[in-house]
């Protein structure tokens, strides 16, 4: 077995939220889930609010909940949340009788999960500033950057070459 030692870790570039015995199965939230894990703060609330799906909203609430517990206690910035981890697991189920014919019982199991947000300031994180500089550092490299200035294609290449549409 191979274990891997993790990185120290800034406690004080996260926020989470948790919510337990929400009222649906874990693979329906799941499915919104997924949509909006490592996506910025405010593009997840958008996404969530034109989803169709019922499980959108207590998501919803939980993002903006993990937010201002960032906001208010910690001091983040909204712009510069975003998901960093997002995960789903199964609760305990409901168990609830129903009647059925002949005096017999039918056992229905309503099932729930408990949803967890945690949510990441980019501005405070020194991992993302280290990578920012090293970006920037790639970027002035002189065998990184393309020397040929006139790379736009005009109209003529484009539509004459055959480039675009030519294809079957």
Same mark, same amino acid.
């Given at each position: ?17 948790? $919510? ?10 799941? #499915? !919104?889930?997924? +949509?909006? *894990? =490592? /996506? @910025? &703060? ?41 998901? $960093? ?10 168990? #609830? !009788?129903?009647? +059925?014919? *002949? =005096? /017999? @019982? &039918? ?62």
């Amino acid at each position: 077995m191979i274990m891997r030692k993790r990185g120290k870790r800034n406690p004080y570039t996260e926020v989470y939220a948790l $919510s337990q015995h929400i009222r649906m199965s874990a693979h329906k939230a799941r #499915r !919104v889930i997924d +949509q909006i *894990r =490592g /996506r @910025s &703060y405010e593009e997840a609330l958008m996404i969530l609010e034109l989803m169709p799906y019922r499980a959108c909203y207590p998501i919803f609430k939980l993002i903006y909940s993990a937010a201002a517990n960032g906001i208010h206690n910690m001091g983040f910035d909204e712009a510069s949340l975003v998901i $960093s981890k997002a995960e789903v697991n199964e609760g305990t189920a409901m168990k #609830r !009788v129903k009647p +059925q014919a *002949r =005096g /017999r @019982s &039918y056992l229905i199991k309503r099932p729930t999960c408990h949803i967890t947000i945690v949510l990441r300031d980019l501005s405070v994180d020194e991992e993302y500033i280290k990578q920012s500089k090293y970006m920037i550092l790639c970027s002035k490299k002189p065998g990184l950057i393309n020397k040929n200035k006139n790379t736009s294609l005009t109209r003529h290449d484009t539509y004459s070459s055959g480039g675009l549409w030519d294809k079957k």
